[in-house]
């Protein structure tokens, strides 16, 4: 069978994953063009996969004006990005594997599912934690009956202090107008897995409460610099652009989240003169962000269910999601990667579930191996023309945005919203 050849639309970060899984899948998969307008993340991309010269574009427009000549697009671009490409690239012809969110508004998020939907399009979102072992066993146990019916949710996201600093108050996601609200941003993954745990319900009403503490100018502490590098205060601060960036540079390390700070060349000083003129080397308390770092989000489902979904920035635990399920005959728990456990109200007697790990390659130590899985899937899903391959498909993945947004509405308004049986809300 013939490679799946692919385009990588955006080359940060996420789009440079997502093109790995050709590295140990040359077979299966194959990258034969870029688009990014940083030429240095065009230029990495193309020597790493040997991506011919008329295949680098500065404009994903002129990519998608090309005569088609691949199967599919990697979309990687920012948030609020996603939309004119997908459109675009689906009405070329191209399947679609779109970073999540879909896009930073109901119209847009649902113009690309149109459009994915008129051409026959296989579109799998980056909803990455529905691909993650620990999540599919937990929906396995559930389908099971192992602990009966459910009743209530639990659910949290742990952010991390200094992953909530570094991404949320000086990085790329700080501030809604550019880039989008923290629930959509960092949290759409949890919505959607509470609606996947309780699929065949729907829910009904959803409320929410938030706000942005302590990253505001007036706690900035007395005699604190706008620069962490000038200030005399550093080293009583947890959240020291000093502390989180330049000790893991000492120490060796110069992935994310240093490849963030300094993308071309990651050293001490190199890090150093990004921290004196760039933006993650600002204080804190002095940043321009707007988006809020504690937010609750309670959810009522047909069935009479019940969840509640937590995001809090100020925890030890960097993403490790804490589940508690409730169900009739048992209770149901995980933290981070598992084990899960199932506790069993006849037996008195608690089950552990080891969870399935991702097999040896260069994606398996991203989001638990999660990023692998997606990638198989929507490789699988291509090469059999099967889009029932795909967890995270156009319609439930708009369904799961749409409640996204209301909760935030939900939030913003300070009232309980109603959901129609077509996720609008009133």
Not at 97 to 123: F, H, Q
Not at 385 to 411: I, K
Request: charged share 20%.
């Amino acid at each position: 069978m013939a490679p799946v050849r692919a385009v990588i639309i955006g080359a940060g970060s996420r789009g440079d994953i997502y093109a790995r899984f050709s590295l140990d899948h040359s077979d299966r998969f194959q990258i034969v063009g870029v688009a990014d307008p940083r030429l240095f993340r065009c230029k990495r991309l193309q020597q790493q996969y040997n991506i011919p010269e008329e295949n680098v574009f500065s404009d994903w427009q002129d990519a998608a004006d090309r005569e088609k000549f691949a199967d599919c697009v990697v979309i990687a671009t920012p948030h609020q990005l996603h939309k004119a490409p997908a459109v675009a690239f689906a009405d070329r012809g191209y399947h679609i594997l779109l970073e999540k969110p879909m896009a930073t508004t109901e119209e847009d998020c649902k113009a690309i599912v149109s459009a994915c939907k008129r051409n026959n399009i296989i579109l799998s979102v980056g909803h990455v934690l529905r691909y993650y072992p620990p999540i599919r066993k937990i929906k396995e146990l559930i389908d099971s009956g192992a602990i009966g019916d459910i009743v209530h949710i639990q659910h949290m996201e742990p952010v991390g202090f200094w992953h909530f600093a570094h991404s949320y108050v000086r990085g790329n996601w700080r501030k809604t107008a550019e880039s989008s609200f923290s629930l959509l941003a960092k949290s759409c993954h949890d919505v959607d897995l509470i609606r996947y745990w309780l699929s065949g319900s729907r829910c009904i009403k959803v409320s929410s409460f938030g706000s942005l503490l302590h990253f505001t100018p007036e706690n900035k502490p007395a005699g604190a610099a706008s620069r962490c590098l000038d200030c005399q205060v550093e080293n009583t601060c947890p959240y020291s652009a000093k502390k989180i960036y330049l000790k893991m540079v000492e120490q060796g390390f110069t992935g994310w989240p240093v490849s963030v700070v300094c993308p071309q060349t990651v050293d001490i000083e190199s890090v150093t003169e990004a921290l004196k003129t760039g933006p993650y080397g600002r204080c804190v308390y002095d940043c321009d962000n707007d988006v809020v770092s504690n937010q609750v989000v309670n959810f009522q489902f047909d069935g009479g269910q019940t969840a509640s979904f937590s995001m809090v920035a100020f925890t030890q635990e960097i993403c490790e999601r804490q589940t508690r399920i409730s169900g009739t005959k048992g209770e149901l728990r995980c933290s981070g990667a598992g084990p899960v456990y199932v506790f069993d109200f006849l037996t008195q007697k608690t089950t552990e579930h080891r969870c399935a790990a991702a097999p040896s390659n260069s994606m398996r130590d991203m989001h638990g191996g999660a990023d692998f899985f997606l990638m198989d899937t929507f490789v699988k899903a291509i090469q059999s023309g099967d889009s029932s391959a795909v967890y995270t498909g156009p319609d439930d993945t708009l369904q799961s945005h749409l409640l996204v947004f209301a909760a935030e509405q939900a939030r913003l308004q300070d009232r309980v919203i109603t959901i129609g049986p077509d996720g609008s809300y009133s």
